[in-house]
Protein backbone atom coordinates (compact mmCIF):
# COMPACT_ATOMS: atom_id res chain seq x y z
CA UNK A 1 0.00 0.00 0.00
CA UNK A 2 1.27 3.31 -1.25
CA UNK A 3 2.00 6.05 1.14
CA UNK A 4 -0.91 7.97 -0.19
CA UNK A 5 -3.20 4.76 0.19
CA UNK A 6 -2.54 4.99 3.49
CA UNK A 7 -3.21 8.20 4.41
CA UNK A 8 -6.56 8.22 2.64
CA UNK A 9 -7.70 4.80 4.51
CA UNK A 10 -7.22 6.70 7.27
CA UNK A 11 -9.80 9.96 6.66
CA UNK A 12 -12.51 9.90 8.65
CA UNK A 13 -15.20 10.08 6.02
CA UNK A 14 -18.07 9.34 8.46
CA UNK A 15 -16.77 11.83 10.79
CA UNK A 16 -16.21 14.35 7.87
CA UNK A 17 -19.80 14.28 6.73
CA UNK A 18 -21.34 14.72 10.02
CA UNK A 19 -19.12 17.81 10.53
CA UNK A 20 -19.81 18.76 7.35
CA UNK A 21 -23.97 18.26 7.97
CA UNK A 22 -23.32 19.98 11.04
CA UNK A 23 -21.95 22.96 9.35
CA UNK A 24 -25.22 24.19 7.69
CA UNK A 25 -27.39 24.83 10.37
CA UNK A 26 -23.92 26.64 11.57
CA UNK A 27 -24.26 28.69 8.72
CA UNK A 28 -27.92 29.25 8.67
CA UNK A 29 -27.58 30.45 12.19
CA UNK A 30 -24.39 32.90 11.98
CA UNK A 31 -26.45 34.57 9.32
CA UNK A 32 -29.53 35.20 10.58
CA UNK A 33 -27.52 36.55 13.79
CA UNK A 34 -25.81 38.81 11.63
CA UNK A 35 -28.25 39.78 9.91
CA UNK A 36 -30.77 40.58 12.88
CA UNK A 37 -27.82 42.47 14.50
CA UNK A 38 -27.39 44.53 11.60
CA UNK A 39 -30.84 45.63 11.48
CA UNK A 40 -30.84 46.38 14.72
CA UNK A 41 -27.90 48.89 14.44
CA UNK A 42 -28.86 52.12 14.76
CA UNK A 43 -29.03 54.65 11.52
CA UNK A 44 -29.24 53.00 8.03
CA UNK A 45 -26.79 52.85 4.89
CA UNK A 46 -28.71 55.53 3.52
CA UNK A 47 -28.79 58.54 6.27
CA UNK A 48 -26.82 60.95 6.52
CA UNK A 49 -26.61 64.58 8.14
CA UNK A 50 -29.48 66.07 6.14
CA UNK A 51 -32.84 63.75 5.75
CA UNK A 52 -33.91 62.63 2.54
CA UNK A 53 -37.43 63.75 1.56
CA UNK A 54 -40.26 61.44 1.77
CA UNK A 55 -40.39 60.23 -1.95
CA UNK A 56 -36.90 59.54 -2.32
CA UNK A 57 -36.87 57.20 0.97
CA UNK A 58 -39.99 55.52 -0.55
CA UNK A 59 -38.18 55.08 -3.88
CA UNK A 60 -35.14 53.74 -1.92
CA UNK A 61 -36.69 51.54 0.25
CA UNK A 62 -38.83 50.23 -2.69
CA UNK A 63 -35.95 49.75 -4.99
CA UNK A 64 -33.77 47.83 -2.15
CA UNK A 65 -36.90 45.96 -0.47
CA UNK A 66 -36.52 47.13 3.14
CA UNK A 67 -40.31 48.02 2.52
CA UNK A 68 -41.13 44.53 3.21
CA UNK A 69 -41.22 42.52 6.37
CA UNK A 70 -38.17 41.92 8.07
CA UNK A 71 -38.52 38.48 7.92
CA UNK A 72 -39.23 38.40 4.22
CA UNK A 73 -36.11 40.31 3.41
CA UNK A 74 -34.26 37.98 5.78
CA UNK A 75 -35.69 34.97 3.65
CA UNK A 76 -34.90 36.75 0.34
CA UNK A 77 -31.32 37.25 1.66
CA UNK A 78 -31.02 33.75 2.41
CA UNK A 79 -32.68 32.32 -0.80
CA UNK A 80 -29.73 35.12 -2.43
CA UNK A 81 -26.99 33.38 -0.43
CA UNK A 82 -28.06 30.13 -1.43
CA UNK A 83 -27.76 30.91 -5.09
CA UNK A 84 -24.59 32.47 -4.40
CA UNK A 85 -25.46 35.97 -4.70
CA UNK A 86 -24.84 38.49 -1.48
CA UNK A 87 -26.91 41.57 -3.15
CA UNK A 88 -25.75 44.86 -3.88
CA UNK A 89 -23.19 47.13 -2.27
CA UNK A 90 -25.34 49.96 -1.06
CA UNK A 91 -22.17 52.20 -0.39
CA UNK A 92 -20.14 51.01 -3.40
CA UNK A 93 -22.57 52.30 -6.18
CA UNK A 94 -22.23 49.47 -9.64
CA UNK A 95 -20.54 47.12 -7.59
CA UNK A 96 -22.17 43.89 -5.95
CA UNK A 97 -21.15 42.45 -2.72
CA UNK A 98 -19.96 39.30 -4.57
CA UNK A 99 -16.96 41.72 -6.66
CA UNK A 100 -16.09 43.24 -3.70
CA UNK A 101 -15.33 40.21 -1.85
CA UNK A 102 -13.68 38.99 -5.44
CA UNK A 103 -11.46 42.03 -5.16
CA UNK A 104 -10.42 42.16 -1.36
CA UNK A 105 -10.32 38.20 -0.61
CA UNK A 106 -7.62 37.25 -2.57
CA UNK A 107 -5.32 39.99 -0.68
CA UNK A 108 -6.33 39.09 2.74
CA UNK A 109 -5.76 35.29 1.79
CA UNK A 110 -2.39 36.17 0.60
CA UNK A 111 -1.55 37.94 3.49
CA UNK A 112 -2.80 35.20 5.83
CA UNK A 113 -1.46 32.83 4.08
CA UNK A 114 1.85 33.76 3.91
CA UNK A 115 2.22 34.78 7.69
CA UNK A 116 1.31 31.72 8.53
CA UNK A 117 3.96 29.77 6.19
CA UNK A 118 6.21 32.15 8.08
CA UNK A 119 4.68 31.62 11.69
CA UNK A 120 4.91 28.13 10.87
CA UNK A 121 8.44 27.49 9.86
CA UNK A 122 10.15 29.93 12.15
CA UNK A 123 8.22 29.04 15.06
CA UNK A 124 8.97 25.42 14.71
CA UNK A 125 12.57 26.23 14.14
CA UNK A 126 13.09 28.06 17.19
CA UNK A 127 10.91 26.15 19.24
CA UNK A 128 12.55 22.80 18.19
CA UNK A 129 16.25 24.51 18.43
CA UNK A 130 15.29 26.05 21.96
CA UNK A 131 13.42 22.86 23.39
CA UNK A 132 16.82 20.63 22.72
CA UNK A 133 18.73 22.99 24.99
CA UNK A 134 16.52 23.46 27.58
CA UNK A 135 17.30 25.80 30.51
CA UNK A 136 20.86 26.99 28.23
CA UNK A 137 21.41 30.49 27.32
CA UNK A 138 20.09 29.87 23.73
CA UNK A 139 16.29 28.37 25.32
CA UNK A 140 15.95 31.67 27.74
CA UNK A 141 17.06 33.54 24.64
CA UNK A 142 14.51 32.26 22.08
CA UNK A 143 11.62 32.33 25.28
CA UNK A 144 12.28 36.20 25.84
CA UNK A 145 11.59 36.63 22.33
CA UNK A 146 8.85 34.77 21.98
CA UNK A 147 7.36 36.51 25.37
CA UNK A 148 8.25 39.91 23.93
CA UNK A 149 6.17 38.63 20.44
CA UNK A 150 3.43 37.72 21.96
CA UNK A 151 2.86 40.77 25.06
CA UNK A 152 3.48 43.25 21.60
CA UNK A 153 -0.22 43.74 19.45
CA UNK A 154 -0.14 43.78 15.86
CA UNK A 155 -1.57 47.33 15.52
CA UNK A 156 2.10 48.75 17.58
CA UNK A 157 4.34 46.66 15.53
CA UNK A 158 2.99 47.45 12.31
CA UNK A 159 3.73 51.34 12.75
CA UNK A 160 7.00 50.59 14.23
CA UNK A 161 8.13 48.23 11.20
CA UNK A 162 6.31 51.18 8.68
CA UNK A 163 8.82 53.92 10.92
CA UNK A 164 12.05 51.93 10.50
CA UNK A 165 11.70 50.26 7.27
CA UNK A 166 10.09 52.42 4.82
CA UNK A 167 9.69 55.76 5.79
CA UNK A 168 13.93 55.34 7.77
CA UNK A 169 15.49 53.12 5.08
CA UNK A 170 13.31 53.23 2.83
CA UNK A 171 13.13 49.44 1.83
CA UNK A 172 9.42 48.80 1.62
CA UNK A 173 6.33 50.31 0.32
CA UNK A 174 4.08 52.59 3.61
CA UNK A 175 1.43 51.17 2.96
CA UNK A 176 -1.34 50.40 -0.16
CA UNK A 177 -0.49 48.49 -2.67
CA UNK A 178 2.46 50.78 -3.78
CA UNK A 179 3.67 53.29 -6.46
CA UNK A 180 4.87 52.93 -9.69
CA UNK A 181 6.62 51.06 -10.65
CA UNK A 182 5.88 48.41 -7.99
CA UNK A 183 1.70 48.29 -8.42
CA UNK A 184 0.01 45.43 -6.83
CA UNK A 185 0.96 42.28 -4.21
CA UNK A 186 4.58 42.38 -4.60
CA UNK A 187 7.32 41.97 -2.07
CA UNK A 188 7.93 45.47 -1.80
CA UNK A 189 4.32 46.31 -0.35
CA UNK A 190 3.55 42.97 0.94
CA UNK A 191 6.57 41.99 3.53
CA UNK A 192 5.79 44.57 6.05
CA UNK A 193 2.07 43.38 6.52
CA UNK A 194 3.12 39.57 6.39
CA UNK A 195 5.52 40.09 8.77
CA UNK A 196 3.67 42.31 10.95
CA UNK A 197 0.53 39.56 11.11
CA UNK A 198 3.47 36.40 11.34
CA UNK A 199 5.07 37.79 14.09
CA UNK A 200 2.66 36.80 17.25
CA UNK A 201 2.03 33.18 15.59
CA UNK A 202 6.21 32.73 15.70
CA UNK A 203 6.28 33.66 19.18
CA UNK A 204 3.37 31.49 20.62
CA UNK A 205 4.24 28.22 18.14
CA UNK A 206 7.75 28.50 19.25
CA UNK A 207 6.49 28.22 22.94
CA UNK A 208 3.98 25.27 21.57
CA UNK A 209 7.12 23.46 19.19
CA UNK A 210 9.60 23.98 22.82
CA UNK A 211 7.07 22.60 25.44
CA UNK A 212 5.93 19.54 22.71
CA UNK A 213 9.46 18.48 21.74
CA UNK A 214 10.37 18.71 25.34
CA UNK A 215 8.01 16.36 26.45
CA UNK A 216 8.32 14.12 23.18
CA UNK A 217 12.01 13.54 24.08
CA UNK A 218 11.45 11.85 27.44
CA UNK A 219 8.92 9.49 25.98
CA UNK A 220 9.27 5.86 25.65
CA UNK A 221 9.46 5.70 22.07
CA UNK A 222 12.11 7.86 21.93
CA UNK A 223 14.22 5.58 24.13
CA UNK A 224 13.67 2.71 22.21
CA UNK A 225 15.09 4.28 19.05
CA UNK A 226 18.18 5.55 20.95
CA UNK A 227 18.57 1.60 22.31
CA UNK A 228 18.71 0.46 18.69
CA UNK A 229 21.50 2.60 17.86
CA UNK A 230 19.98 5.26 16.15
CA UNK A 231 21.93 8.49 16.18
CA UNK A 232 20.66 11.31 17.80
CA UNK A 233 19.89 13.78 14.71
CA UNK A 234 18.01 10.37 13.14
CA UNK A 235 15.95 9.90 16.45
CA UNK A 236 15.22 13.95 16.32
CA UNK A 237 14.35 13.27 12.79
CA UNK A 238 12.59 10.33 11.91
CA UNK A 239 10.35 9.72 15.82
CA UNK A 240 10.65 13.09 17.36
CA UNK A 241 10.02 15.62 15.23
CA UNK A 242 6.72 13.84 13.60
CA UNK A 243 5.11 13.72 17.12
CA UNK A 244 6.28 16.98 18.15
CA UNK A 245 4.22 18.13 14.84
CA UNK A 246 0.90 16.76 16.45
CA UNK A 247 -0.36 19.75 18.57
CA UNK A 248 0.88 22.35 16.02
CA UNK A 249 -1.31 20.22 13.69
CA UNK A 250 -3.95 21.47 16.45
CA UNK A 251 -3.05 24.39 16.54
CA UNK A 252 -2.28 25.66 13.02
CA UNK A 253 -6.38 25.27 12.05
CA UNK A 254 -7.66 27.64 14.46
CA UNK A 255 -4.95 29.89 14.22
CA UNK A 256 -5.15 29.82 10.24
CA UNK A 257 -8.83 30.89 10.51
CA UNK A 258 -7.70 33.70 13.30
CA UNK A 259 -4.68 35.34 11.21
CA UNK A 260 -7.11 35.36 8.46
CA UNK A 261 -9.77 37.37 10.48
CA UNK A 262 -7.20 39.19 12.25
CA UNK A 263 -5.88 41.00 8.94
CA UNK A 264 -8.27 43.40 9.28
CA UNK A 265 -6.31 45.55 11.83
CA UNK A 266 -3.06 45.06 9.45
CA UNK A 267 -5.14 45.86 5.92
CA UNK A 268 -6.35 49.41 8.00
CA UNK A 269 -2.72 49.98 9.40
CA UNK A 270 -1.29 49.64 5.54
CA UNK A 271 -3.99 50.75 4.00
CA UNK A 272 -4.61 47.34 1.72
CA UNK A 273 -7.79 46.99 0.21
CA UNK A 274 -8.56 43.95 1.36
CA UNK A 275 -12.00 42.03 2.36
CA UNK A 276 -10.72 42.91 6.87
CA UNK A 277 -10.80 47.11 4.97
CA UNK A 278 -14.44 46.13 3.46
CA UNK A 279 -15.73 44.54 6.10
CA UNK A 280 -14.74 47.46 8.38
CA UNK A 281 -15.86 50.52 6.10
CA UNK A 282 -19.17 48.52 5.52
CA UNK A 283 -19.71 48.26 9.57
CA UNK A 284 -18.96 51.88 9.63
CA UNK A 285 -21.14 53.00 6.60
CA UNK A 286 -24.02 50.34 7.56
CA UNK A 287 -23.00 48.64 3.98
CA UNK A 288 -25.43 45.65 5.63
CA UNK A 289 -24.98 43.50 2.80
CA UNK A 290 -20.87 43.67 2.40
CA UNK A 291 -20.89 43.14 6.48
CA UNK A 292 -22.99 40.18 6.00
CA UNK A 293 -21.20 38.92 3.04
CA UNK A 294 -17.40 38.85 4.96
CA UNK A 295 -18.86 37.49 7.79
CA UNK A 296 -20.18 34.31 5.78
CA UNK A 297 -16.85 34.15 4.20
CA UNK A 298 -14.83 34.40 7.82
CA UNK A 299 -17.32 31.70 9.23
CA UNK A 300 -17.18 29.35 6.42
CA UNK A 301 -13.31 29.86 6.35
CA UNK A 302 -13.17 28.54 10.22
CA UNK A 303 -15.53 26.26 9.84
CA UNK A 304 -13.34 24.41 6.76
CA UNK A 305 -9.83 24.96 8.37
CA UNK A 306 -10.87 23.65 11.55
CA UNK A 307 -12.25 20.34 10.03
CA UNK A 308 -9.01 19.97 7.96
CA UNK A 309 -6.91 20.25 10.99
CA UNK A 310 -9.05 17.88 12.44
CA UNK A 311 -8.54 15.94 9.29
CA UNK A 312 -4.91 15.93 9.59
CA UNK A 313 -4.47 15.31 12.73
CA UNK A 314 -5.97 12.34 12.01
CA UNK A 315 -4.17 11.26 9.13
CA UNK A 316 -0.63 11.75 11.12
CA UNK A 317 -1.70 10.21 14.44
CA UNK A 318 -2.84 7.09 13.06
CA UNK A 319 -3.97 6.66 17.29
CA UNK A 320 -6.91 9.22 17.02
CA UNK A 321 -10.38 7.58 15.77
CA UNK A 322 -13.54 10.30 15.67
CA UNK A 323 -15.44 7.46 14.22
Known amino acids: MSTLQRALSRIPWAYTARRLLIAIPTMLAIIT ?27 IAAKFGFDKPLHEQYFNYVGGVLHGDFGPSYKTLGKSVNDL ?76 LGTYPNIGMNWHNMTLPVITL ?16 IETMRSNHIRTARSKGLSERQVIARHALPAALLPLISYAGPAMARVMTGSVVIEKVFGLPGLGSYFVNGALNRDYTLVMGAIIVYAGLIVILNLVADILYAVLDPKVKYD
Open 33 to 59: MAFLMMRAAPGGPFDGERKLPAATEQA
Open 101 to 176: IADGLPISLTIGSLAMILGITMGTLLGVFAGLRQNSSADYGVMGLAMFGISIPTFVTGPILILIFALGAGIFAVGG
Open 198 to 213: ALPQIAIISRLMRASI
